[in-house]
């Protein structure tokens, strides 16, 4: 089975940056696809960013588009989420997931990591 491990998360001032880590092992990342999720709280989790496996396009929400990046490394087994220009607003719980589900949600999604806590403040 395939394991996800998020990393790089924690305490940015508003306008700082970020790179999230989401590192697999016990398999190759999806084929369908990894993406970032995150669950602010007191709301419903919506995505973030994905990446498809296959040709390596990409998906973003509207409101990171032009602040966060998505990338991989397909030797390391990893995916990124560069967040820049981060705003209070983008406070979350960030989590990996990746498999053949839904970008907007996380819907039928195969693996997700724990999550990792994102908290912009001054």
């Known amino acids: 089975q395939v394991q996800l491990v998020e990393s790089g998360g924690g305490l940015v001032q508003p306008g700082g940056s970020l790179r999230l880590s989401c590192a697999g092992s016990?398999?190759?990342?999806?084929?369908?696809?990894t993406g970032w999720f995150r669950q602010a709280p007191g709301k419903e989790r919506e995505g973030v960013s994905c990446?498809?496996?296959?040709?390596?396009?990409?998906y973003y929400a509207d409101s990171v588009k032009g602040r966060f990046t998505i990338s991989r490394d397909n030797a390391k087994n990893t995916v990124y989420l560069e967040m820049n220009s981060l705003k209070v607003e983008h406070t979350a719980v960030y989590y990996c997931?990746?498999?053949?589900?839904?970008?907007?949600?996380?819907?039928?999604?195969?693996?997700w990591g724990k999550g990792i806590l994102v908290t912009v403040s001054s």
């Open positions: 997931a990746t498999g053949g589900g839904s970008c907007s949600d996380g819907y039928g999604m195969d693996y």
């Open positions: 990446i498809r496996s296959y040709d390596g396009s990409t």
């Open positions: 016990g398999g190759t990342l999806d084929d369908y696809g």
